[in-house]
């Protein structure tokens, strides 16, 4: 049973556009999500969350949005940057957290 | 770099086998999480320790076991090994108990059963 579903396993991206990374979740029990980055050989690193209280998370370029009616955020990175090619990961949860199986976003220079 | 340490970076070992990952946390967590990603898989959550104590369970199979010891390191064990226990395992920290802390994560264990 996938909870937190990221259905696009990849994305291409000009640089300097908007990437848009989506994530789908079934349990309305959650009340945060998490988007994590991870490059190649590394860990997973934090990146930016979002409490089901609201609607909309920015920090920097990259901002959260969630919508509860539909069960689905998504993260917008602007402008988008070749260093930002990473796989992304989004995750909900309440005490233990569920996560989606990435999507590869690829920034083309 | 995260602060969190895990040992060793790659493991090959042969089926049937018992193996053990090591994690040490960033300075000050109290919390460890262990997280298995197999090939096209999300990271699926497998336990966490607080301060030495198993504060939440999630998809840890009975073959494999987990502890914190006192100085917060923690390890985790896999025993009788399957060819589908091949994977990344991942160590994550976080200061607290867990809910909204954000988890630090190590750079992984690669695992090899052939």
Redesign the interface.
């Known amino acids: 049973d996938q909870q937190?579903k990221?259905n696009s396993p990849s994305l291409s991206v000009q640089e300097g556009r908007i990437s848009i990374l989506n994530c789908d979740y079934t349990n309305s029990m959650f009340d945060?999500f998490?988007w994590?980055k991870k490059y190649p050989?590394?860990?997973?690193?934090?990146l930016i969350?979002i409490?089901s209280i609201k609607d909309k998370n920015e920090d920097g370029r990259f901002t959260v949005f969630l919508n509860k009616s539909a069960k689905h955020l998504s993260l917008h990175i602007v402008p988008s940057q070749p260093g930002d090619s990473a796989v992304y990961?989004c995750?909900g949860g309440?005490?233990?957290?569920?996560?989606?199986?990435?999507t590869r976003l690829k920034v083309l220079a | 770099d995260s602060g969190v340490t895990q040992t060793p970076k790659h493991l090959i070992t042969a089926t049937g086998q018992r193996v053990t990952l090591r994690c040490s946390p960033r300075s000050g967590d109290l919390s460890v999480y262990w997280y298995q990603q197999s090939l096209d898989q999300g990271l699926q959550f497998l336990i966490q320790y607080y301060n030495g104590e198993e504060r939440a369970k999630g998809n840890i199979l009975e073959r494999f076991s987990a502890q914190q010891f006192p100085d917060l390191h923690s390890e985790l064990n896999l025993s009788s090994l399957e060819l589908g226990d091949s994977a990344l395992y991942f160590c994550a920290s976080s200061s607290g108990q867990g809910g909204t802390d954000t988890q630090y994560f190590g750079p992984g264990t690669r695992l090899t059963v052939l």
Do not use: D
């Open positions: 937190v990221q945060y998490l994590y050989a590394e860990g997973p690193t934090f969350s409490s990961f995750a309440t005490y233990k957290y569920i996560f989606g199986t990435g």
